[in-house]
Structures are given as structure tokens and as C-alpha cells.
T-cell receptor, first 116, second 117 residues
Framework: SQTIHQWPATLVQPVGSPLSLECTVEGTSNPNLYWYRQAAGRGLQLLFYSVGIGQISSEVPQNLSASRPQDRQFILSSKKLLLSDSGFYLC???????????????FGSGTQLSVL | AQKVTQAQTEISVVEKEDVTLDCVYETRDTTYYLFWYKQPPSGELVFLIRRNSFDEQNEISGRYSWNFQKSTSSFNFTITASQVVDSAVYFCALSAHYGGSQGNLIFGKGTKLSVKP
């Protein structure tokens, strides 16, 4: 069966510090991978998605970046955090379209990031 | 433009009451998919249902039911005989394929449901 791991669960970082959140998926190959952010009162916002190693699409301009160094690893990074980066970050995966995806997303347990 | 609106920010009911969560969507696509997800206090989103735009049949799963009305662009979710364990934030989401996108989901802002004993 497939599982998704996301860590850390909580993180408190000072403004201007770097960020690295990691997400790994097990039990499937070549998944589509996603990073979402849930800010208070604003629902879920898609930040990045990836259809393969080294392929990253950004949905919103920001000071965050994403990388996919391995097939089932997705990393969210920042060189200098802003206060506005605070929020709940969720990693997700889905079966790719060419394998008959029903577009169902499977979410990780999330990372609560507080930038102070 | 694509958009999902969940007008109800918070709903509070007493156990055993029925409750309906509203979802209205906008899309230019003729082929699209609608979803509901549940986010319990633990934070992880749990998939509830997926419906494609060509299937307007209502669906029932235990105490859950969904009413898809294409004419009003709505996909409402009803919980019958609510229970305390239903307390969560519920998200409605839309996936469309314009511009060759991968069907990335656009989420509403969520409705927080509190079921009191």
C-alpha cells in the first residue's frame, strides 16, 4: 500500500532563516507530487506540483521553491523566510494521468510552520 | 476563471441533527471533477468523494450524501444524523483540465463543522 511521509510536524523559525520541508512517498512510482499551503481563513492554495524528477511547476510567485531530486521525494525550501510564510503546509501525491489517474489526492499529515 | 466558494465559514449543530455544507463552483471547462475532503483536528486531509461533470446522479454513502446540480453549479454535502466525530473542516475542490493542466485541485476556503453532544 502507498504511504506518504511529511516532516517535521511543527516548526518555529525566525524571519530570514532558511527552510526545508521534506515529503516522501512509498509504494508507488512516478507519482504526481504537490505542495499546498493552508493559511488561516484562506483555504488550501497550491504552491507547486511536479510530474517527474526535476520537473517543477509553480502556481504562485513567492520566495519559496521546490525540488524533486528523486522520484518519490519532494522538498519545499526557502532561503529567507518571511512572516507571511507562516501556515500549514501539506504535501500530497496522486496517480499520474497516463496511468489512469482519478485525480484523487492523498495528503500527508502536514507541517505547521510559524515564522516569528 | 475557476473558483470554488464555500459560503459557510462555520456551522455548529447538535448531535443527530442533519447538516448541509454548500459548495458552488465556477469553471469554463466542460470536463471537470468535484471533490470533498475532510480535515479532522489532526490536520491530514481525507478524501470523501469524487464526481465527474457528466455524472449528475446523487450519491449516498452511509450518513453522507452529495447533491450535484450542474444547472446551479453546486455540489452540496449533507450529513444525516450528525455525530461528534463528524466535527472537522470540510473542503470542496474543483479539478479542471484547461490549458493541459494536470488536474490540480482548486479548493474552497472550507467550512468548519462543530457537532456538539
Amino acid at each position: 500500500s502507498q504511504t506518504i511521509h511529511q516532516w517535521p510536524a511543527t516548526l518555529v523559525q525566525p524571519v530570514g532563516s532558511p527552510l526545508s520541508l521534506e515529503c516522501t512517498v512509498e509504494g508507488t512510482s512516478n507519482p504526481n507530487l504537490y505542495w499546498y499551503r493552508q493559511a488561516a481563513g484562506r483555504g488550501l492554495q497550491l504552491l507547486f506540483y511536479s510530474v517527474g524528477i526535476g520537473q517543477i511547476s509553480s502556481e504562485v510567485p513567492q520566495n519559496l521553491s521546490a525540488s524533486r531530486p528523486q522520484d518519490r521525494q519532494f522538498i519545499l525550501s526557502s532561503k529567507k523566510l518571511l512572516l507571511s510564510d507562516s501556515g500549514f503546509y501539506l504535501c500530497a501525491w496522486s496517480v499520474p494521468l497516463y496511468r489512469g489517474s482519478n485525480e484523487k489526492l492523498f495528503f500527508g499529515s502536514g507541517t505547521q510552520l510559524s515564522v516569528l | 476563471a475557476q473558483k470554488v466558494t464555500q459560503a459557510q465559514t462555520e456551522i455548529s449543530v447538535v448531535e443527530k441533527e442533519d447538516v448541509t455544507l454548500d459548495c458552488v463552483y465556477e469553471t469554463r471547462d466542460t470536463t471537470y471533477y468535484l471533490f470533498w475532503y475532510k480535515q479532522p483536528p489532526s490536520g491530514e486531509l481525507v478524501f470523501l468523494i469524487r464526481r465527474n461533470s457528466f455524472d449528475e446522479q446523487n450519491e449516498i454513502s452511509g450518513r453522507y450524501s452529495w447533491n450535484f446540480q450542474k444547472s446551479t453549479s453546486s455540489f452540496n454535502f449533507t450529513i444525516t444524523a450528525s455525530q461528534v466525530v463528524d466535527s472537522a473542516v470540510y473542503f470542496c475542490a474543483l479539478s479542471a483540465h484547461y490549458g493541459g493542466s494536470q488536474g490540480n485541485l482548486i479548493f474552497g476556503k472550507g467550512t468548519k463543522l462543530s457537532v456538539k453532544p
